[in-house]
Nanobody, 123 residues
């Protein structure tokens, strides 16, 4: 399984970015997907997840209302639209594929990861 990320970069507070994650080697439409992030000196934390079954979504409280996770099964691609970015959103963002559950924020369910992409938000 390969997950290849793109997007990210440097943006001012209040700005927007979109991350993408292309999946190969698995039937993308059959698996839940998620985004996590890791800031320097901190553990990787849950950001958002999307179900494989009915496109239900789940968000951490810190990004709810600002970020939107979506998927395009025809393109085997996962997206994270990030609006209203804050300096605290600065981190390396990772997409992950959940081969076990319908949808979860539990990092242990995610078996494969993208390479990570840096998002930096200046104040």
């Amino acid at each position: 399984v390969q997950l290849v990320q793109s997007g990210g970069g440097v943006v001012q507070a209040g700005g927007s970015l979109r991350l993408s994650c292309v999946v190969s080697g698995r039937a993308f439409e059959r698996y839940a997907m998620g985004w996590f992030r890791q800031a320097p000196g901190k553990e990787r934390e849950f950001v958002a997840a999307i179900s494989w079954k009915d496109d239900n979504t789940l968000y951490s409280d810190t990004v709810k209302g600002r970020f939107t996770i979506s998927r395009d099964n025809a393109k085997s691609t996962l997206y994270l639209q990030m609006n209203g970015l804050k300096p605290d959103d600065t981190a390396v963002y990772y997409c992950g594929i959940d081969l076990v559950t319908i949808m979860t924020d539990d990092i242990s369910a995610y078996e494969y990861w993208g390479q990570g992409t840096q998002v930096s938000v200046s104040s």
